[in-house]
């Protein structure tokens, strides 16, 4: 299942007043938890018939409001997509609040925890780091430990960022949690993934992540994060949602946590007896928010407990930000430092991380050109002479004249000397040596450097093997000792920078495809099942109105309590409402159950009406009413 995360604007779309009933109830129940049928018959009693029930399902579901797919065993189960969770909030959870907008005044507050470097600098910083080292993996599958030491002193990010969230992931003895979040991330978005040997980048996703600007990256982080790393319960989702949508209308004002927990009970989307545990996951969320660099925490001066966050660097859901920087963006300093602002394109930052030492990560970001790190850089195809071409490109103003030189001279130090790989070729015997030295016709191919030993090009193998093979003396096919191929640092060529067209059309390129193995658990399964599309048409779900005499479902009339039975049997069958006229005034019933009376007895649901402000649970016999008439939906 592919999770396309795109915002979708419902407000242009229309649906009944059934549907927007089932669509509200749902929503508040379930968040985008799996729901089966059966579980909605209590939720809607009283309020629709089980063939209104179907008939609402089956018009949200053509509208793309609603999913389904299929168990193993053939049930289905329906959900509705986090896609449409930012609009549904606004609907239906913002009104909760009543206009009662839960902002406090920075007078009295303090900040607790301030907004670390932006996420998306982190995941740059680690995505260079694989591309430079990889990660080896034991023969286990783990990671080895100098591996992970080296990825924890990386990042800024550290393992108190998510103790209140109480993540479980793979292998937790061996990783601290801020490794395990740091690559799920990275696994998450399809930038990494594991090979035979080790953990390395897939070169085709990075290439494209690099094109995006920061608020496209960060956004993409955030949906992975609001999937992967937080409790799953309704009431949970709603309250990542809320906070969300206060990024988008009130960024930088504090808002009060324990404001919205408590309205969250007195509107029964939390109980009561689990609202400490609930205040508890606020702040592990509000926590790992500000560890992302999405805002700041912060505690009231009149109250220890009083929690508090605000937005310092929104999620924008606009797709119109998605504007790439080709303009001068960086500065060149003559003490060899680049500073590089934070609307900087990603693909200039990339190209750094491989090349220059990182010196600062806050607002602005600076790099430190230095010989060895250049080195470095040149050892996976990062030349000095690429480095100049997008400083060039990409700083204000010309380049210092020393750094000019200095970058020049020490490209022209590099490749003076080097080493080159090639192949031995070893025989049992002098007499077999000797045999190999005296063929024709090796045109330089195999040169002798011993009594027993030869070496040749690796690109000369096939053709020395067909030769050896003449002779009689066929090598063994496997060769000893072969070296993994030399890394490459991905996305640096000058013409890779030009924008995708991909991700002009579409900034997620699916990062966010749901199902990708990570190191975190997170309980989700849905991708493990089967989709179900709707390609039924309305009149298939309703019921055959030629099975049951004309007059049952178009007039009100009096029967028998004989014929009574059989027309209230059929609304059963049907699930379908009945009309009743009791003491001269026609009421809407939804029967459940035929019941023992005098001489038979009906179960279920008087609706409201003139004289009833709630559906009214109740049992009817015969004599209560005069007239009856099948209600089917229009």
Same mark, same amino acid.
């Given at each position: 299942? #592919?999770?396309?995360?795109?915002?979708?604007?419902?407000? *242009?779309?229309?649906?009944?007043?059934?549907?927007?009933?089932?669509?509200?109830?749902?929503?508040?129940?379930?968040?985008?938890?799996?729901?089966?049928?059966?579980?909605?018959?209590?939720?809607?009693?009283?309020?629709?018939?089980?063939?209104?029930?179907?008939? /609402?399902?089956?018009?949200?579901?053509?509208?793309?409001?609603?999913?389904?797919? #299929?168990?193993?065993?053939?049930?289905?189960?329906?959900?509705?997509?986090?896609?449409?969770?930012?609009?549904?909030?606004?609907?239906?959870?913002?009104?909760?609040?009543?206009?009662?907008?839960?902002?406090?005044?920075?007078?009295?507050?303090?900040?607790?925890?301030?907004? $670390?470097?932006?996420?998306?600098?982190?995941?740059?910083?680690?995505?260079?780091?694989?591309?430079?080292?990889?990660?080896?993996?034991?023969?286990?599958?783990?990671?080895?430990?100098?591996?992970?030491?080296?990825?924890?002193?990386?990042?800024?990010?550290?393992?108190? *960022?998510?103790?209140?969230? =109480?993540?479980?992931?793979?292998?937790? %003895?061996?990783?601290?949690?801020?490794?395990?979040?740091?690559? *799920?991330?990275?696994?998450?978005?399809?930038?990494?993934?594991?090979?035979?040997?080790?953990?390395?980048?897939?070169?085709?996703?990075?290439?494209?992540?690099?094109?995006?600007?920061?608020?496209?990256?960060?956004?993409?982080?955030?949906?992975?994060?609001?999937?992967?790393?937080?409790?799953?319960? +309704?009431?949970?989702?709603?309250?990542?949602?809320?906070?969300?949508?206060?990024?988008? #209308?009130?960024?930088? =004002?504090?808002?009060?946590?324990?404001?919205?927990?408590?309205?969250?009970?007195?509107?029964?989307?939390?109980?009561?007896?689990?609202?400490?545990?609930? =205040?508890?996951?606020?702040?592990?969320?509000?926590?790992?928010? /500000?560890?992302?660099?999405?805002?700041?925490?912060?505690?009231?001066?009149?109250?220890?407990?009083?929690?508090?966050?605000?937005?310092?660097?929104?999620?924008?859901?606009?797709?119109?930000?998605?504007?790439?920087?080709?303009?001068?963006?960086?500065?060149?300093?003559?003490?060899?430092?680049?500073?590089?602002?934070?609307?900087?394109?990603?693909?200039?930052?990339?190209?750094?991380?491989?090349?220059?030492?990182?010196?600062?990560?806050?607002?602005?970001?600076?790099?430190?050109?230095?010989?060895?790190?250049?080195?470095?850089?040149?050892?996976? !195809?990062?030349?000095?002479?690429?480095?100049?071409?997008?400083?060039?490109?990409?700083?204000?103003?010309?380049?210092? %004249?020393?750094?000019?030189?200095?970058?020049?001279?020490?490209?022209?130090?590099?490749?003076?000397?080097?080493?080159?790989?090639?192949?031995?070729?070893?025989?049992?015997?002098?007499?077999?040596? *000797?045999?190999?030295? !005296?063929?024709?016709? @090796?045109?330089?191919?195999?040169?002798?450097?011993?009594?027993?030993?030869?070496?040749? %090009?690796?690109? =000369?193998?096939? %053709?020395?093997?067909? $030769?050896?093979?003449?002779?009689?003396?066929?090598?063994?096919?496997?060769?000893?000792?072969?070296?993994?191929?030399? $890394?490459?640092?991905? &996305?640096?060529?000058?013409?890779?920078?030009?924008?995708?067209?991909?991700?002009?059309?579409?900034?997620?390129?699916?990062?966010?495809?749901?199902?990708?193995?990570?190191?975190?658990?997170?309980?989700?399964?849905?991708?493990?099942?089967?989709?179900?599309?709707?390609? $039924?048409?309305?009149?298939?779900?309703?019921?055959?109105?030629?099975?049951?005499?004309?007059?049952?479902?178009?007039?009100?009339?009096?029967?028998?309590?004989?014929? +009574?039975?059989?027309?209230?049997?059929? &609304?059963?069958? @049907?699930?379908?409402?009945?009309?009743?006229?009791?003491?001269?005034?026609?009421?809407?019933?939804?029967?459940?159950?035929?019941?023992?009376?005098?001489?038979?007895?009906?179960?279920?649901?008087?609706?409201?009406?003139?004289?009833?402000?709630?559906?009214?649970?109740?049992?009817?016999?015969?004599?209560? @009413?005069? #007239?009856?008439?099948?209600?089917?939906?229009?």
């Amino acid at each position: 299942m #592919k999770n396309e995360e795109t915002i979708t604007s419902l407000e *242009d779309v229309e649906w009944s007043a059934n549907e927007a009933q089932f669509l509200e109830i749902t929503f508040l129940e379930f968040g985008g938890n799996p729901f089966q049928m059966e579980r909605l018959t209590g939720l809607f009693a009283g309020k629709m018939s089980g063939l209104e029930l179907d008939i /609402a399902l089956f018009g949200l579901r053509k509208k793309g409001l609603i999913d389904a797919a #299929k168990k193993t065993w053939g049930e289905h189960i329906y959900f509705i997509p986090s896609r449409h969770h930012p609009f549904l909030t606004e609907k239906y959870v913002l009104p909760l609040l009543h206009e009662e907008i839960p902002y406090s005044s920075s007078g009295n507050i303090q900040v607790a925890m301030e907004a $670390r470097p932006n996420i998306a600098g982190e995941i740059l910083h680690l995505l260079s780091y694989i591309a430079i080292h990889g990660v080896p993996l034991t023969a286990k599958g783990t990671i080895h430990k100098k591996a992970v030491s080296k990825i924890e002193n990386l990042t800024v990010l550290r393992s108190t *960022d998510f103790e209140a969230l =109480k993540l479980s992931y793979a292998h937790p %003895e061996l990783y601290p949690v801020q490794v395990a979040v740091l690559l *799920d991330v990275v696994f998450t978005l399809g930038l990494a993934k594991k090979y035979e040997a080790e953990i390395g980048l897939d070169e085709s996703y990075v290439s494209r992540w690099v094109q995006l600007n920061r608020q496209q990256m960060e956004r993409n982080i955030y949906n992975a994060m609001m999937e992967r790393y937080s409790a799953g319960e +309704a009431g949970l989702q709603h309250f990542r949602y809320l906070l969300t949508l206060f990024s988008r #209308k009130d960024a930088g =004002k504090w808002l009060s946590m324990d404001q919205i927990c408590q309205r969250f009970v007195q509107v029964s989307i939390v109980n009561e007896q689990d609202l400490a545990e609930f =205040k508890s996951y606020a702040k592990g969320w509000v926590t790992l928010l /500000a560890a992302f660099g999405y805002g700041d925490t912060g505690m009231s001066t009149a109250s220890d407990e009083a929690l508090y966050f605000r937005w310092t660097n929104p999620i924008n859901y606009d797709l119109e930000d998605s504007k790439h920087y080709t303009e001068p963006a960086i500065y060149v300093q003559p003490d060899f430092e680049v500073i590089v602002p934070p609307d900087a394109p990603y693909s200039i930052r990339w190209l750094l991380e491989g090349c220059a030492e990182l010196a600062v990560r806050d607002h602005m970001t600076i790099y430190k050109l230095t010989r060895e790190r250049l080195n470095e850089g040149a050892e996976v !195809s990062i030349t000095p002479s690429l480095v100049l071409t997008w400083l060039t490109r990409y700083a204000q103003g010309s380049i210092p %004249e020393n750094v000019l030189l200095a970058l020049k001279q020490w490209g022209s130090e590099l490749g003076r000397t080097s080493f080159s790989q090639v192949m031995l070729l070893s025989t049992e015997n002098k007499q077999d040596a *000797d045999k190999i030295e !005296s063929y024709p016709s @090796w045109n330089e191919s195999l040169q002798r450097i011993g009594p027993l030993h030869f070496i040749l %090009e690796r690109d =000369k193998v096939t %053709e020395v093997r067909k $030769r050896l093979t003449m002779m009689g003396l066929t090598p063994a096919k496997a060769v000893k000792g072969i070296d993994t191929e030399e $890394r490459r640092y991905p &996305a640096v060529s000058i013409e890779d920078e030009v924008t995708l067209s991909s991700v002009e059309e579409n900034p997620f390129i699916h990062f966010n495809e749901e199902g990708r193995q990570g190191f975190v658990y997170t309980g989700r399964n849905l991708h493990y099942y089967e989709v179900v599309n709707e390609d $039924r048409d309305e009149a298939s779900i309703m019921p055959d109105i030629t099975e049951v005499p004309k007059m049952w479902v178009s007039e009100w009339r009096e029967y028998h309590p004989s014929t +009574a039975k059989q027309l209230v049997q059929q &609304a059963i069958n @049907w699930r379908t409402r009945m009309g009743v006229e009791m003491k001269g005034d026609r009421q809407e019933f939804i029967p459940e159950s035929i019941g023992k009376g005098e001489p038979w007895a009906v179960n279920g649901w008087l609706l409201p009406g003139p004289n009833r402000v709630v559906a009214e649970r109740c049992t009817l016999v015969p004599a209560e @009413w005069t #007239k009856l008439t099948l209600i089917l939906p229009n």
